[in-house]
């Protein structure tokens, strides 16, 4: 009767651990999912046109019957270019981690008071910080704008395009014998709200809201040139992200701060970064799993 | 590594609080760390997974139309789609369990709201995957974890496998997100019509430590471009209107003096154009021109300047910033 006595202190054991780990669930929840958020988010702010899709016609107006305010919307959309990795970086990634963190240690020993390295470190990370989460937060305001404000809609089996220019949202699938165009910015069920004509005007003016951006230029002679759009977003994330940064430094590390520039920065990485091919990133990730089983097992 | 991770307190890791000891109730609430390497590296590789799953995506629907006797066989490419905001339309036009709320009609196509993430969800299983038996691990034996340990094999196997479960291999192993493939392509074309015997170097994918001279190069080049897109040089008289009456043609004529440009002596520049068109554009009020002699006076920002004879140029926009602020030094 060894077996099943084997598999009962096997159970037993394994209900124990749960009840050991019951209290710990919720932050394992919730690491998890911190670990998902900016992976998936930064995945799809990665997104551009693929090579198997078509090249964007140069410099054509789209003609007006693709609704409307499309155009500007999609107008300054700009192919950004992602920082490519080599084979060769799977080589070095390792090496230079390992570089870092060994140097790293040894600077600590060798001050014996990580505080000035630790301000310098925190300086670096300060300036990246408040880029990083501006972005974040400003993209995170274009998509709740955008949930409020979509495109698209449907209602009634039709689906409508929403026109921003001409103030109205226009059936063109589906069932759309009986249907006419609205005049509510909201979309879906929230159209059939009544709104008075201020307030309706006051809304299809806070859809424009983001797109009204302020152009910054600078250039400066075989240096710099460079264009930034701000919008009323940009300013909104650029203002927080210097207030948690200014927080983060000066007064208080709490750890919802820390995970808010953790999730900007790989928010920003992600967008930065592309192992250009699976086998690149497959052998970068390799080489970073033999680094990690050396250090387990040899410090 | 433990002691490094410990004494330095830079924010590259995500924190968790969690609760203390239940046998000791008076011990500090601990944390639970996770390095932010853990979160990048295997998130690279499934960014690379959700864009390869739209490469896919718009592969599948390239329509080919066969060769015929004059022509090659011509792949016309699907047009791109931006995904900004398409979620959003998605959520509106969709019910909860991802059914379309509207008959589509076959006569217009309608831009796509989504596309499969096929390998995006596999990756991501696997990254969860790994993540909980880390997790696992750690709380079993009681010792920290390097999460890559077990995250790499979730990830890069969920991936792998998915291709050959779906008999997608090839296409994977194709896949390159190599930068400016299609112009280095058309490059090689033209160095083919040119002559130009120049040995067909090994595709170089710029390597992310090392600075090339081709990369320097390409900077050039790029901030050449840039230049052109970004930078454009006012050609002086233009938006000056030809309502130019007398009292104010001279004033106008020193703002055009002082905030134009000339592109061929340009060093450094800085302008701020707002969102929408300005009542007045490139003026400056009465009382702010006639101070106004050197070019750096313009960078006081006339927002004190309601009491000017100007009054409409105290319009609540045109105060904030300064139509058409540009400054200029040699």
């Known amino acids: ?299 | 590594m433990v002691t490094v991770a410990k004494s330095l307190d830079v924010p590259i890791k995500l924190v968790f609080p969690r609760p203390g000891p239940v046998d000791d109730p008076t011990a500090k609430a601990s944390h639970a760390m996770l390095g932010l390497g853990d979160v990048v590296l295997p998130g690279i590789m499934i960014g690379l997974a959700l864009r390869f799953d739209l490469f896919l995506f718009y592969l599948r629907r390239q329509k080919r139309r066969p060769a015929t006797t004059d022509s090659e066989e011509v792949v016309e490419k699907p047009k791109y789609h931006s995904l900004a905001g398409r979620w959003s339309d998605h959520f509106w036009t969709h019910s909860l369990s991802g059914h379309q709320l509207f008959a589509s009609n076959d006569g217009r196509s309608e831009q796509p709201f989504t596309f499969p993430k096929t390998y995006f969800k596999a990756s991501l299983v696997g990254y969860v995957t790994g993540m909980l038996a880390t997790l696992g691990v750690m709380h079993i034996w009681g010792h920290a974890q390097p999460a890559l340990l077990y995250l790499v094999p979730g990830v890069l196997g969920s991936l792998w496998l998915t291709a050959i479960a779906r008999g997608e291999l090839s296409f994977m192993w194709d896949f390159s997100e190599a930068i400016e493939e299609e112009d280095e392509q058309k490059e090689k074309e033209k160095g083919k019509e040119d002559g130009d015997v120049k040995p067909k170097a090994a595709p170089e994918r710029s390597s992310f430590f090392s600075l090339s001279d081709k990369k320097a190069q390409d900077r050039e080049d790029r901030m050449k471009k840039a230049l052109g897109k970004h930078v454009h040089a006012d050609s002086d008289s233009e938006d000056e209107g030809e309502e130019a009456t007398d009292g104010t043609s001279e004033k106008r004529n020193k703002v055009k003096e002082v905030a134009g440009h000339k592109s061929n002596r340009e060093v450094f520049s800085f302008s701020i154009e707002a969102p929408w068109k300005l009542k007045h554009p490139r003026t400056v009020s009465q009382k702010e021109s006639r101070r106004a002699q050197a070019a750096d006076e313009l960078e006081q920002s006339p927002s004190n300047e309601s009491t000017s004879s100007r009054p409409s140029t105290a319009r609540q926009e045109s105060a904030a910033e300064p139509p058409g602020k540009r400054v200029r030094t040699h």
Do not use: C
């Not at chain 1, 400003?138 to 409508?160: E, K, N, Q, W």
């Not at chain 1, 005049?183 to 069920?189: D, E, I």
């Not at chain 1, 203002?239 to 000066?250: G, K, P, R, S, W």
């Not at chain 1, 920003?268 to 387990?296: E, H, K, N, R, W």
């Open chain 1, 1 to 299: 009767m060894d077996e099943p006595s084997l598999w009962a202190r096997v159970l037993g054991r394994a209900a124990y651990e749960f009840t050991q780990m019951q209290p710990m669930l919720p932050t394992y929840a919730h690491l998890i999912v911190s670990a998902l958020f900016p992976i998936y988010a930064g995945a799809h702010a990665s997104l551009t046109r693929p090579t198997s899709a078509a090249k964007p016609a140069k410099k054509k107006r789209k003609s007006g019957d693709h609704g409307g305010d499309e155009s500007s919307d999609d107008e300054e959309e700009e192919e950004h270019k992602m920082e490519g990795l080599a084979p060769t970086d799977a080589i070095m990634m390792p090496l230079f981690a390992g570089m870092t963190l060994a140097g790293l240690y040894f600077l600590i020993r060798w001050l014996e008071d990580p505080a000035l390295l630790n301000k310098l470190l925190n300086g670096y990370f300060a300036l990246f910080g408040v880029f990083s989460v501006s972005r974040l937060i400003t993209d995170a305001l274009d998509i709740g704008h955008s949930l409020v404000f979509p495109h698209r809609y449907a209602l009634g089996g039709a689906l409508y395009h929403v026109n921003g220019k001409e103030k109205e949202a226009l059936p063109v699938a589906g069932n759309t014998k009986d249907k006419t165009a609205i005049t509510s910015p909201l979309p879906g069920f929230l159209a059939r709200i009544p709104l008075s004509n201020g307030l309706r005007n006051m809304l299809w003016a806070d859809r424009a809201m983001p797109g009204n951006k302020w152009t910054l230029r600078l250039y400066l002679h075989r240096l710099f040139a460079g264009k930034i759009l701000i919008g009323p977003h940009g300013f909104v994330g650029a203002t927080v992200a210097v207030l948690a940064v200014a927080y983060f430094n000066l007064v208080d590390k709490p750890w919802y701060l820390t995970n808010l520039m953790g999730f900007g920065f790989s928010y920003g990485a992600l967008q930065l970064m592309s192992p250009t091919t699976f086998a690149t990133g497959s052998l970068i990730l390799g080489a970073l799993f033999f680094y990690d089983i050396y250090f387990v097992f040899y410090t």
